[in-house]
Nanobody, 125 residues
Framework: QVQLVESGGGSVQAGGSLRLSCEASGYYSRNNYCMGWFRQAPGKEREGVAA????????YYVDSVKGRFTISQDSAKNTVYLQMNSLKPEDTAMYYCAAQHWGLCGTWSKNVYAWGQGTQVTVSS
């Protein structure tokens, strides 16, 4: 089974930046898979934010973060990053990393192989 550990959350003022990291470990033999970032604000549904194929060739973003967030991956480190710039108060949420079948990449389906434990991002106005 794959295990995912997020880090990099914190508190920033609006307009600031944060970089989240998600390190994957454990056994997964699939040649192609998708790594994604989701977020969940209090009282709201978990929603997809960004996703990337394991080979880095395709990236997907939800409209609300396009132009502000960038997803990337370092295969050698088994780590996926989410660079978040121009943060807004509405970006405040618990952010979760997820691994899922490549065919679901960018669909924001919550059918995943594994979730991380989450990292909190708080943006103040």
């Amino acid at each position: 089974q794959v295990q995912l550990v997020e880090s990099g959350g914190g508190s920033v003022q609006a307009g600031g930046s944060l970089r989240l990291s998600c390190e994957a470990s454990g056994y997964y033999s699939r040649n192609n898979y998708c790594m994604g970032w989701f977020r969940q604000a209090p009282g709201k549904e978990r929603e997809g934010v960004a996703a990337i194929w394991s080979d880095g060739t395709r990236r997907y973003y939800v409209d609300s973060v396009k132009g502000r967030f960038t997803i990337s991956q370092d295969s050698a480190k088994n780590t996926v990053y989410l660079q978040m710039n121009s943060l807004k108060p509405e970006d405040t949420a618990m952010y979760y990393c997820a691994a899922q079948h490549w065919g679901l990449c960018g669909t924001w389906s919550k059918n995943v192989y594994a979730w991380g434990q989450g990292t909190q991002v708080t943006v103040s106005s």
